[in-house]
């Protein structure tokens, strides 16, 4: 069980001049340190994350090690997952603190909502999106995915909490009954708009980011609650088992 102050990481595949950082601040609570950190990645388009297994790996395990008074980090960005998918098994190696990632956090949050069958919301082309459903098919969750906010992934940061809406309630609309919203890729950002989100659709929504902070803390046995943070930090449910 955590005690005290529960420190965590982030590594994020790209700088972290990006807005949605700021924004997500607001939902770490105080009994939590984060600290972010750039792995420098991506160099344009995200297919330029392919083939760096090693590279991306090799720097991880540097950032942890730089960093003892971790106690978990997160890897960011599910393109570094389903582009390299043994790099996190490699940073696992060789660290002694848990690790997750992006689509591995939301897919244990997805769970322990009870949702088995969720709308998927990214700014990625249709072959990432296929890719991000078969991960989560892995983890016995089925998703379908909503609409493509943008033609190039960088220009779904432009959108606004209304365009987010909007593409939000078009995307219920064609998935059928679903029991959460999962939003992977945090420029294409619901956290302004969670509450009124999940007050609106009548189910969970899960981010990215906050599904990492939340799996980074419960796998070292923390737990808190955020005011207006959604149902899954506001709740915090255990881990499923």
Same mark, same amino acid.
């Given at each position: ?128 999106? #296929?890719?991000?459903? $078969?991960?989560? =098919?892995? /983890?016995?969750?089925? +998703?379908?995915?909503? *609409?493509? !906010? ?22 219920? #609309?064609?998935?059928? $009954?679903?029991? =959460?919203? /999962?939003?992977?890729? +945090?420029?294409?950002? *619901?956290? !302004? ?49």
């Amino acid at each position: 069980m955590a005690t005290g102050k529960v420190n965590v990481g982030f590594l994020s595949p790209i700088s972290l001049d990006a807005p949605h950082f700021d924004r997500f601040e607001r939902f770490v609570p105080d009994g939590v340190s984060l600290g972010l950190r750039a792995l420098d990645l991506v160099e344009g388009a995200l297919t330029s994350l392919q083939g760096k297994e090693d590279v991306a790996a090799e720097r991880a395990i540097q950032v942890i090690r730089d960093n003892p008074d971790w106690q978990s980090a997160a890897i960011l960005g599910a393109p570094v997952q389903v582009y390299n998918p043994g790099m996190a098994q490699k940073v696992r190696a060789q660290v002694s603190i848990p690790i997750t990632t992006a689509l591995e956090a939301s897919a244990a949050a997805l769970k322990a909502l009870g949702a088995s069958r969720i709308l998927l919301m990214t700014p990625f082309d249709e072959t990432l999106n #296929a890719q991000c459903r $078969d991960f989560l =098919a892995g /983890y016995g969750i089925q +998703a379908a995915s909503g *609409p493509q !906010p943008a033609a190039y992934y960088r220009d779904a940061e432009k959108l606004g909490s209304d365009d987010i809406y909007r593409l939000t309630a078009e995307g219920m #609309a064609s998935a059928g $009954d679903v029991q =959460a919203v /999962y939003f992977q890729g +945090a420029i294409f950002d *619901p956290l !302004p708009i969670i509450g009124k989100l999940e007050a609106d659709m009548k189910v969970p929504i899960v981010a990215s980011n906050p599904a990492m902070l939340w799996h980074l803390v419960a796998l070292v046995g923390g737990r808190f609650s955020v005011p207006n943070g959604g149902k899954l930090l506001e709740e915090w449910p255990s881990l499923a088992t």
